[in-house]
């Protein structure tokens, strides 16, 4: 299963739509509202006994560094795969919760010239960089660091080998 934790009715839906034109496959969003902190930590304490081992957990967010909500995500990260959004804001990703944890996978953009977008966030060896930008979903293009972060896990859920496969997906998208 691919459990993507954002909101019901705009970022969610996209997030989707993303997964399942990479993997062709169903995903299942937890409504999240990361700007209500105090609601975000009851959601992820019960999102914990939801989760499975085998989950794929897309976090298209980050917030500014938090330690109750670290405290959370790194639970959850010991039951499931989770990939962060790396953010858009030309910082590193060490300020913010979950990005700064060691056992979530965090992803980066890419623009079509294999590069990393002017925005997005950066400060981690072990990042995944992905192309992220001009993604068209019925007729409004999409771009960030979230987009990369649907594609990585809809990559992951896909393949075996994710190394591999975001190479192939990246040189796939060069312009």
Request: proline residues 3%; hydrophobic residues 40%; charged residues 20%.
């Amino acid at each position: 299963m691919i459990w993507i934790l954002d909101d019901l009715e705009t970022h969610g839906p996209i997030m989707t739509r993303v997964i399942k034109d990479i993997c062709a496959s169903t995903s299942e969003i937890y409504n999240t509202n990361p700007s209500d902190i105090f609601n975000l930590y009851d959601i992820l304490k019960k999102f914990y006994d939801v989760v499975d081992k085998d989950d794929l957990v897309l976090i298209p967010w980050a917030v500014k560094a938090d330690i109750y909500l670290d405290t959370l995500v790194y639970n959850i990260a010991d039951k499931a795969q989770i990939f962060c959004s790396a953010g858009n804001d030309n910082s590193s990703v060490l300020n913010y919760s979950p990005t700064r944890l060691p056992n979530v996978r965090v992803v980066g953009c890419l623009n079509k010239s294999l590069k990393p977008t002017q925005v997005t966030n950066y400060g981690r060896d072990d990042m995944y960089w992905v192309v992220g930008t001009s993604y068209d979903i019925d007729q409004a293009t999409h771009s960030g660091s979230s987009i990369s972060a649907a594609v990585c896990v809809a990559l992951a859920h896909k393949h075996k080998d994710l190394n591999q496969a975001i190479y192939d997906y990246n040189l796939s998208c060069k312009l």
